[in-house]
């Protein structure tokens, strides 16, 4: 199944990644997400199933998805704190780490849809001829 706007799943999991982190954020009054027990309890969990959801809808480019299911997350800390502070380098090292490691949850979406549903819609081994 292919989204109509190449873009849209790109775009719904960069906003997904926003709202964990805002929501986190907010909910638990800390500066920065990850410093809360929440974000490695619910907010990762949830952005592995929905980076495994889009990877089994759309399962190109992966490594780039999970990679933006993270891009916003450091404009909220930036915004949040007022400023960049001097552990922001090593922030945007771990938003890359987080990138990846979701990139793995894509990758299993797409490793389920292609080992258990591509003879059903045609699309064996995730070619669509592009």
């Known amino acids: 199944m ?4 190449k873009y849209l799943v790109s775009i719904l999991l960069a906003l997904s990644g926003l ?5 986190i954020t907010t909910l638990t009054n800390r500066r920065e997400a990850w410093d809360s027990v929440y974000f490695w309890r619910y907010g990762v969990p949830a952005m592995l199933l929905l ?3 889009a990877g089994f809808i759309e399962p190109e480019r992966i490594k780039l998805k999970g990679i933006i299911s993270v891009s916003l997350q450091p404009v909220a800390m930036t915004v949040k704190a007022g400023e960049i502070g001097s552990m922001f380098p090593f922030g945007l ?7 990846l490691l979701f ?12 080992k258990f549903f591509a003879a059903q819609d045609g699309t ?3 070619t669509h001829g592009h």
């Open 2 to 5: 292919q989204a109509k706007n």
């Open 19 to 23: 709202a964990v982190w805002v929501l």
């Open 51 to 53: 980076n495994a959801a």
């Open 93 to 99: 090292v771990v938003f890359l780490l987080l990138g």
């Open 103 to 114: 990139s793995a949850g894509g990758a299993a979406g797409a490793f389920i849809k292609n």
């Open 124 to 126: 064996a081994g995730g």
